[in-house]
């Protein structure tokens, strides 16, 4: 018997993108496990950028194969994983392994629009002052269903579950 394999969704952006909120909105409608990327951030990680430093390459490598496994253990299920995902190499390390069925959807907005969010946001580790730095490494993916962030949440869903079913 041929195994089904549900998609793997990584809802990825910078930082206030909404990729929490959407994450979990989508992953209920699809009855898919939602997992927060931050939550998987080693504590070095997260003591770095609460001391406002960006976090590099070398950084992000460890937390990127851990939801990388994260995703092949779920490949039946299906789940909805927030992860910012801001290089194309991240993007590769996501998926490494994995043939078919993921997904990336990208939360985008403009700086001021993400820094208003960001300004509302109370008890998260990332500061303000390292937006700017996720913007600078952003590069937007070629291959994935693009939501603006200007929208109420429930019509970026709607949206995306179209573009799914397309």
Known sequence: MTQVYNHILFVMGVSGSG????????AEALDYPFFDGDDFHPDVNIEKMSAGKPLNDE?????????NILAKNNLVKGAVIACSALKESYRDLLQAGISKGVYYIYLKGSFQ???ERLQQRKGHYMP????QSQFDVLSPPKNAIVVKINQQPEKMVHTILTALDT
């Not at 303000?128 to 937006?131: A, I, P, R």
């Open 19 to 26: 990729k929490s909120t959407i994450g979990k909105l989508l």
């Open 59 to 67: 950084d992000r490598y460890d937390w990127l194969v851990a939801l």
């Open 113 to 115: 629009e993400v820094l």
């Open 128 to 131: 303000l002052e390292l937006l």
